[in-house]
């Protein structure tokens, strides 16, 4: 039994108060809620949340978009799963839904996103891999749907963000191997145009002009944002005319990699070549142990969602302090590896 009609005619009462009583309305006495809800779970009634989200106007879903494809996320991404545990965790107080908006590597990013506005599916939008001129911010910023970045653009929309702090990253990474002695710094980036790449390019080569240093346009190694891009990588990392003595990896998954590269052509990190790069629970197995930085991605999903919600009519009075804008600290972990 699945219709409100058929379970108000089993009750011998009428729709309206049914439709009350599940709804939690003062004006329906206890005995008879009781009665609806224990009949509603015997009949297996199901409510129309269509027709729900209709009437309010709502859809009581936050989307949260993301690109899919092994050349993005490797042989597995812990980093959106500890993210999206702490969206949820916000949104559960609200009894809102999280749900992952996947587009593939293969469709252009704003045409997709374009599709999921015009349906009206989500109340608010996460988005993530964001591009150094983005067209989903302005398409977004149109329609009036609230949404926050998970990541930054050159053409940002005044739209509420939270991205990883790279540029303090660059900033320690640097001076760490400087002060180490090391001359020839290389640095390892992705592949196309994420943002994050030239934020965290550009605040090298500032944090190496500090020193009377230069970033070699030959020792940025581009290589796609997985394990087997960081092989490649310290293969052409290897084959450098002017062979550098230290590489920072921006992403987490090329580490491992980089690692397998030069082990196999019998370089150690720490002691042949300096190694930095972020954290991933599969680092943690790495030997000589690895030099990096840690963000608290729950905790960054927990304030992200805090953030969009602020931005949100109906829940904005639960967060009257959240930020709009905000580099989120990493935290620095020495290890052996450089």
């Not at 993530?128 to 067209?135: C, L, V």
Request: charged share 20%.
């Amino acid at each position: 039994m699945k219709g409100i009609r058929q379970l108000a005619d089993h009750l011998d009462i009428s729709i309206g108060t049914v439709s009350r009583a599940l709804n939690g309305k003062p004006d329906v006495n206890e005995e008879t809620r009781r009665r609806v809800f224990e009949a509603a779970e015997k009949f297996g009634y199901v409510a129309n949340q269509a027709g729900r989200s209709l009437r309010k106007g709502a859809t009581g879903i936050i989307g949260f978009m993301m690109q899919t494809g092994h050349d993005i996320t490797g042989q597995g991404d812990t980093f959106f799963m500890s993210v999206f545990d702490g969206v949820q965790t916000v949104l559960a107080r609200h009894k809102l839904d999280l749900v992952a908006l996947l587009c593939s590597s293969e469709e252009d990013p704003d045409a997709y996103l374009k599709r999921v506005v015009a349906r009206s599916f989500a109340d608010g939008i996460i988005l993530s891999a964001t591009r150094y001129r983005d067209g989903r911010f302005g398409t977004l910023h149109k329609t009036g749907i609230p949404f926050i970045s998970l990541g930054r653009s050159q053409n940002d929309a005044g739209q509420p963000w939270y991205d990883l702090d790279f540029e303090g990253m660059a900033d320690t990474a640097i001076e760490r191997l400087v002060a180490q002695g090391h001359r020839r710094i290389a640095i390892g980036r992705p592949e196309g145009d994420i943002n994050l790449g030239y934020v965290f390019e550009d605040r090298c080569r500032a944090a190496l002009a500090q020193h009377g240093l230069t970033l070699d346009p030959a020792h940025v190694f581009r290589s796609r944002p997985n394990e087997s891009g960081g092989y490649r990588l310290a293969q052409n990392f290897i084959a450098a005319p002017t062979k550098p003595t230290a590489m920072v990896l921006l992403n987490e998954a090329t580490v491992i990699g980089f690692y397998r590269g030069l082990e196999e052509a019998g370089l150690m990190p720490g002691r042949d070549v300096a190694v930095i790069g972020q954290y991933s629970p599969m680092a943690q197995f790495l030997s000589p142990r690895l030099t990096c930085f840690r963000p608290a991605l729950r905790d960054l999903g927990v304030a992200v969602a805090e953030s969009l919600l602020a931005t949100m009519p109906a829940f904005a009075e639960a967060y009257p302090e959240a930020p709009r804008q905000c580099l989120w600290p990493m935290n620095f972990i020495e290890g052996e590896s450089g």
